[in-house]
Structure formats: C-alpha cells, structure tokens
C-alpha cells in the first residue's frame, strides 16, 4: 500500500509547478483528478520540448501528468459547476496556479471552498506571492530566475547572468507545494482542520539560495564573485570545477590543494601552503590544475584520486550514463501507457517508502477521459 492511498487531490494547475506536485502526490499513491477545460485543456499539452509531440500532446505534457485522470468541466456552465463542486466536497487536497484574482471571479477561492469543505487543503501557486508590484507579472521560470540573482552563481566570472538549463524554479516550487500540502495534511489527522498552503517561483528559487545569499547578508553585502576559471561554485575556492582532461572531462570538489598537488605530481601546487590562498588565489590554482589535468586521461586521474578519498568524478552524458552499473542498479526509467498503441519511456518517483520503489505504467490523460467513470464514482 502507498502512503497517500485513499486521499483525492483535485488538479486544477497547469505548466509545470503545480502538475508537478500533483504527479508526486499520484506518485505517493493518491488518486490525482486533473480538472481541464474542455476545449484544450491544460496549455502544457501544446508546450512542447524539441517539438517532440506523442498522440496529439508533448512529451512534456506526458511525463508531468502521468498517473493522473483527467476530468473536463465548463466552471461556467451550472451543470459542469455542480460537478466541480462536488468533487471539492469530497477531496482532500485542491490545487491551482492561477494568476491572483482567477480563482476569485470563479468562486473556486479559497473561502469558496472551505465553506464547501472545510477540512480541504488547498494549495495556491503563484509567480511572485498574490500581493505586491509582481503579483500580475508572468509567473515563468527564466522569469523568476533573473529576478531572483540565481542567474550570477553559474558561468565563469567575465560571463554575463547564465540561467539553468532546466525549469529549476518550477520544479523546486512544485516539490515545496508537497511538502506543505503533506504537513498540513499530518495536522489535519490530528485535529481535524484542513488549511491553506501557498508557495510562490520566486519564494522557493529565493529559499534554492538559502546557503549562498545568507552569506550575502552577513559578509557586507558582497556580491557573488565567480571564479574566471572552471567557475561551479561563486562562494567555494580551488579547485572546485570541471577541468578539461586528455579525453574528456573531470570534476573536483572541494580538497586539499597541496595533498591534490603530491597525488597528481603537480608541484606548482605546493606554493599555496596557506588554505585562505585556495580562495585568495582560485584562479591561479584553478589554471595551474587546468594545463596539469589536460595531460593525463581521466581514467588515469580516477585511479590516483579515488583510492585517496579525493572527491572527483567523471563527467558522463546520459547515454554514458544509462550504460553504467551505477545507473542501471537504481531502476530509475518505467514505461508509461496511454494506450496499447502510445506509450512512453521516462523517469520514476525519486522516492522509496519502506523499500519500494514507487512506480506506475500509468500514462497521461487525454482531455476528459474518464469523466464517465468519475462520474459514476462520484454520484456527480
């Protein structure tokens, strides 16, 4: 048995952050509703990665929303509405991701619905919290993070703001919307009273920098400042970074520049004695090990580096990736199944309770595919 077997969650989100937490919560075992619009549905069904498109929506679509039944309802039209209004009755968690004021003029906020159930966890997301001079911008991930500052902690330090090449801000705002929806969740099995949970892009990108910007406010008010070589970490000295070797590449995390330098038969490394010049002077460090590490393959620096402890690692592309025993032991890729004919290979929940992995064959839904057989379950 999964631990959320049992709880409902309406899905009324769309994009990524909020579908994200819904697809955690299915993950975990809770039967997951996605609420759509009848006439296109969910606009990440046209959001397409590479232009990849399978049975009419985009993988992205498919891989966010696997594991999910899909209703389809008109808020406007009274019969669809009292469908919808039921189902809140019965739900234990509602989500949504509208821009602020959405939910208000379709009656679905917050004390709408708490008068319709008042033990209901209802999660809002939003770009930039419901007040203030942000609160009607576009709540995007590249968006929130070059408001954010995240874009001035990667690239090397003559680079303009380099962003993350993934959605990191909505992927991270989904996972916070979990976490407060399962606490208030655990409260509401001890008393009984549901709660609201909101969680913004640009709060969880903010709270992603916790570790960096604390020293920010604590260190004058220093900006970052990324190293000119190899830059990983703006706030980490040498010879943290990814160095170019003699057939690919290696990375090295934070160690002991002058054991580093015993163990690769560098001996320009032994000048920086002192650990305070392992920040002082990172770049010179940093490009000492960039014309050592070149002559060597990394195969060949593994060896020296890995039986002495040093934290180092080999720099894989997913098809190096998928090969490896590393990879393979975790059992991390299921098929997924729309239909006989459409299927779709992608990655499982990250998580394991009591030792199972949690998977589900379980594909994404068409617009409104199972209104029938909700209908029937819910006397709607």
């Known amino acids: 048995m999964k631990p959320l077997e049992g709880i409902l969650v309406l899905d009324f989100s769309q994009f990524l952050a909020g579908p994200s937490a819904a697809l955690r919560l299915a993950d975990l075992g809770a039967e997951v509703i996605k609420v759509e619009r009848p006439d296109g549905g969910d606009l990440c069904r046209r959001l397409y990665i590479s232009n990849l498109e399978l049975d009419g929506d985009s993988t992205l679509f498919h891989s966010i929303n696997r594991n999910k039944k899909s209703f389809s309802a008109n808020l406007k039209d009274a019969v669809d509405r009292k469908k919808i209004e039921t189902l809140i009755q019965k739900a234990d968690v509602m989500i949504e991701n509208f821009r602020p004021g959405v939910m208000e003029k379709l009656g679905l906020d917050y004390a709408s619905v708490q008068a ?5 966890v209802y999660a809002s997301i939003t770009g930039y919290g419901r007040t203030g001079p942000w609160k009607d911008k576009p709540g995007q991930d590249l968006l929130a993070q070059s408001l954010s500052g995240l874009t001035w902690l990667s690239g090397n330090g003559e680079q303009g703001p380099v962003p ?5 801000a909505d992927l991270y705002t989904g996972a916070h919307c979990v976490q407060g929806i399962l606490a208030c969740l655990v409260r509401r099995g001890i008393t009984g009273k549901g709660g609201r949970v909101e969680v913004s892009l640009m709060e969880s990108i903010l709270d992603l920098q916790f570790e960096v910007i604390t020293t ?12 000119q070589v190899n830059n990983a970490h703006a706030y980490l000295g040498a010879p943290y970074g990814i160095y170019q070797t003699q057939d690919g ?6 160690g002991d520049i002058v054991q580093l330098g015993a163990l690769l038969g ?3 490394l032994n000048n920086y004695l002192d650990r305070k010049t392992w920040f002082t002077h990172r770049d010179e460090i940093k490009a000492i090990l960039v014309k050592h590490l070149i002559s060597g393959t990394t195969k060949e620096w593994l060896a020296i580096l890995e039986p002495a402890d040093i934290w180092c690692a080999e720099i894989m592309k ?8 590393g990879f393979k032991v975790l059992d991390f ?4 199944k729309r239909s006989e004919r459409v299927s779709l290979q992608t990655t499982r929940c990250p998580i394991r309770v009591d030792g199972q992995i949690l998977k589900s064959e379980i594909g994404a ?3 409104g595919q199972h209104n029938e057989e909700i209908q029937k379950q819910f006397n709607l």
């Open 164 to 168: 993350m090449g993934i959605a990191i």
């Open 116 to 120: 319709l159930n008042p033990k209901i």
């Open 333 to 336: 890729l299921q098929e997924i």
């Open 365 to 367: 839904p068409k617009i």
């Open 266 to 268: 560098c001996s320009a």
């Open 249 to 254: 590449h290696l990375a090295l995390a934070m």
């Open 216 to 227: 920010h406010l604590n260190d004058g008010e220093k900006e970052p400042n990324r190293s």
């Open 318 to 325: 997913w098809a190096d990736l998928r090969k490896h025993e």
